[in-house]
């Protein structure tokens, strides 16, 4: 299968750092990854004084904005702002339970990728826990579609993602990607690709108090004529849908467990996505929760169904 199917949970080994700015505040912010016990999750925990303490778990009940990026929690009160990189990492990386303290509700940006945080799991280590790890299987396909953009979950026999994007942008165009997620293929060739934008909507965004931190060093812009003005150009030359990719993989990774499963986009975005995974998992005849098991010493892994309790991650 493309993901490694554990069958215990992890956790990191050790506590470790990081310190960005956020973009849209373009404020300086820390946020450091905490060992957990099992069953924890991904949970945030605002450690500004003004949050108080406040803990925001990481699943798809608490999405709140989803225009600009994906927010975690009232986006008038407590939240967290630009997970979906972050989560991207923890989810790829095979990262099941960490307690993400930050002292800004938004995430830093770093370099507009997700490798930072790849880079900060590998320094910390992932060490086995005790407890089993479940996963939701497909099991049968489920389609959402919003105007010319659609989404859906297929079975599969693993973790796969199938992203095609289209932009009337000559230095976008249509672009579409592939791949059977794993940690070494995400760390290769999906973790680098930054976030993008066209430098007529950031000047509006400026002017409207927002990406105040976005910059050349955070983000491949694409000027008034139509080509990439960052003097080093891209990382892959289809940047711009390994992205959109990324950014699924963040947002679907709020599902509380891990895919067995195809999603399919196109012209897909944060709103797309979370309308995609509430549509799957409010269809309970869609999918089913598994743990892997091995029998038999020297035997390959099995999957085999469990009662999942009422009030799980993944029932909205």
């Not at 798809?60 to 986006?75: K, M, Q, R």
């Not at 105040?212 to 004529?225: A, M, Q, R, T, Y």
Request: glycine share 8%.
């Amino acid at each position: 299968m493309g993901i490694d199917l554990l069958e215990f949970q992890t956790t990191l080994s050790s506590a470790v750092s990081l310190k960005g700015i956020g973009v849209h505040s373009g404020k300086s912010v820390t946020v450091t990854f905490q060992p957990a016990e099992a069953d924890t999750g991904v949970i945030f925990q605002r450690v500004d004084q003004d949050a108080q303490g406040r803990l925001i778990p990481a699943l798809a009940s608490e999405v709140g904005e989803t225009d600009l990026s994906t927010s975690l929690g009232n986006p008038a009160g407590d939240h967290v702002a630009t997970v979906e990189h972050l989560m991207a990492a923890v989810a790829a990386m095979g990262v099941d339970n960490v307690l993400v303290e930050i002292d800004s509700p938004e995430v830093p940006i770093m370099d507009g990728s997700a490798s930072a945080f790849v880079e900060a799991f590998t320094q910390a280590g992932i060490r086995q826990l005790s407890a089993k790890r479940r996963y939701i299987r497909i099991l049968k396909p489920v389609r959402i579609d919003s105007g010319s953009s659609w989404a859906e979950f297929r079975p599969h026999d693993g973790t796969r993602f199938e992203v095609e994007i289209d932009f009337d942008s000559p230095a976008i165009g249509r672009q579409a990607f592939a791949a059977d997620l794993d940690a070494e293929c995400f760390s290769k060739e999906i973790a680098r690709a930054r976030t993008f934008g066209f430098i007529k909507d950031v000047e509006r965004l400026w002017a409207a108090g927002y990406a105040l931190g976005s910059s050349l060093e955070n983000s491949v812009v694409i000027g008034e004529d139509n080509k990439v003005i960052n003097m080093e150009g891209l990382r892959y030359p289809n940047e711009f849908v390994r992205h959109k990719m990324l950014d699924a993989i963040g947002d679907l990774a709020l599902a509380g467990a891990r895919f067995i499963g195809c999603f399919r986009s196109y012209r897909g975005g944060h709103r797309l996505n979370a309308a995609a995974l509430r549509h799957l998992l409010t269809d309970r005849s869609a999918f089913q929760i598994v743990e892997t098991t091995r029998r038999e010493r020297g035997r390959a892994a099995e999957m085999i169904a469990v009662n999942a309790p009422v009030f799980a991650p993944w029932v909205l």
